[in-house]
């Protein structure tokens, strides 16, 4: 097998610990988000966004097999980065991705109290006094994940914004295929850039090898996508053909979950 190719499917996550041990552990991604174990906070530095309105040099759309993934290339250096709320420091955009069903009613990986929405996308970004990516993954506070969750909403104008990543999913039907794209800001999609209430809590890359080095930060805010775009979306050939790529929710052990109220 090629190196760097991950070895996984979406039919048993189950059987992931097998091959990649860390899948079993304790600081396990995603959970459901279950109020009885919220703990409020009114006191932290907002959640602050810093460059998600500039134009890159370039993005690219990428089919890896599991995901649909959206990564740029930013003039240095401005890298969009995210900083304040539960982070200390200052931690650097890399890519977006999206995790989804077989229908509506399952897709996302995190739950809030026991429900689940159609979509979820991720912001990876890495600690910046890392130096990179691989040396962040390394770490129990190297990476920085936003996951934002979207609900059906059929208003054409509502969900406009999302097409600027979707309408090139025809272009990437099959796995390993990347297309470059127009440039655009990621404020493109409304919510990015913008203050809202959140969940935090610490935990792991949700697909092997599970590395326990993430801090989630969960939207309270839902953002709108529509059936036909959740269609296009399916109609993406992943490896292995699965038909999902949700991870099922792991035992949140002892840990807490902030609720950052904005
Ligand atoms: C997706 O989720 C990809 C992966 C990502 C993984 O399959 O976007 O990205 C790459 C570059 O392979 O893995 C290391 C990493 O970011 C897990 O990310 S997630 O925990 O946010 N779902
Ligand atoms: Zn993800």
């Given at each position: 097998w090629p190196r760097g190719?991950?070895?996984?499917?979406?039919?048993?996550?189950?059987?992931w610990k097998y091959?990649?041990?860390?899948?079993?552990?304790?600081?396990?991604?995603?959970?459901?988000?279950?109020?009885?174990?919220?703990?409020?906070?009114?006191?932290?530095?907002?959640?602050?966004?810093i460059g998600y309105d500039d134009v890159p040099d370039n993005i690219t759309i990428f089919n890896n097999g599991h995901t649909l993934e959206l990564s740029g290339f930013w003039p240095a250096p401005s890298?969009?980065?995210?900083?304040?709320?539960?982070?200390?420091?200052?931690?650097?955009?890399?890519?977006?991705?999206?995790?989804?069903?077989?229908?509506?009613?399952?897709g996302s990986e995190h739950t809030t109290d026991g429900s689940s929405y159609p979509l979820e996308m991720h912001m990876v970004h890495w600690k910046r006094t890392y130096g990179s990516f691989n040396e962040a993954l390394r770490h129990p506070d190297g990476l920085a994940v936003i996951g934002l969750f979207f609900e059906?909403?059929?208003?054409?104008e509502r969900v406009a914004p999302l097409n600027m990543i979707f309408d090139?999913?025809?272009?990437?039907?099959?796995?390993?295929?990347?297309?470059?794209?127009?440039?655009?800001?990621?404020?493109?999609?409304?919510v990015i850039?913008?203050?809202?209430?959140?969940?935090?809590?610490?935990?792991?890359?949700?697909?092997?090898?599970?590395?326990?080095?993430?801090?989630w930060i969960l939207s309270n805010f839902v953002?709108?996508?529509?059936?036909?775009?959740?269609v296009e979306l399916r109609k993406l050939r992943l490896?292995?053909?699965?038909?999902?790529?949700?991870?099922?929710?792991?035992?949140?052990?002892?840990?807490?979950?902030f609720f950052y109220l904005n």
């Amino acid at each position: 097998w090629p190196r760097g190719i991950q070895l996984f499917n979406y039919i048993d996550p189950e059987s992931w610990k097998y091959n990649y041990p860390i899948c079993n552990r304790y600081r396990q991604s995603p959970i459901d988000l279950n109020p009885d174990y919220f703990r409020y906070v009114v006191d932290s530095p907002a959640l602050k966004w810093i460059g998600y309105d500039d134009v890159p040099d370039n993005i690219t759309i990428f089919n890896n097999g599991h995901t649909l993934e959206l990564s740029g290339f930013w003039p240095a250096p401005s890298i969009p980065f995210i900083t304040g709320g539960p982070l200390r420091g200052e931690y650097l955009f890399t890519q977006l991705h999206f995790h989804w069903g077989e229908d509506n009613t399952v897709g996302s990986e995190h739950t809030t109290d026991g429900s689940s929405y159609p979509l979820e996308m991720h912001m990876v970004h890495w600690k910046r006094t890392y130096g990179s990516f691989n040396e962040a993954l390394r770490h129990p506070d190297g990476l920085a994940v936003i996951g934002l969750f979207f609900e059906i909403d059929e208003d054409p104008e509502r969900v406009a914004p999302l097409n600027m990543i979707f309408d090139h999913i025809g272009d990437v039907r099959e796995a390993n295929k990347k297309v470059n794209v127009m440039p655009f800001p990621l404020t493109v999609l409304d919510v990015i850039g913008r203050q809202f209430s959140f969940m935090s809590y610490m935990g792991s890359l949700t697909t092997p090898p599970c590395l326990e080095s993430v801090i989630w930060i969960l939207s309270n805010f839902v953002s709108p996508v529509s059936t036909s775009q959740m269609v296009e979306l399916r109609k993406l050939r992943l490896r292995n053909n699965d038909r999902r790529n949700y991870r099922p929710i792991q035992p949140r052990n002892d840990r807490k979950i902030f609720f950052y109220l904005n």
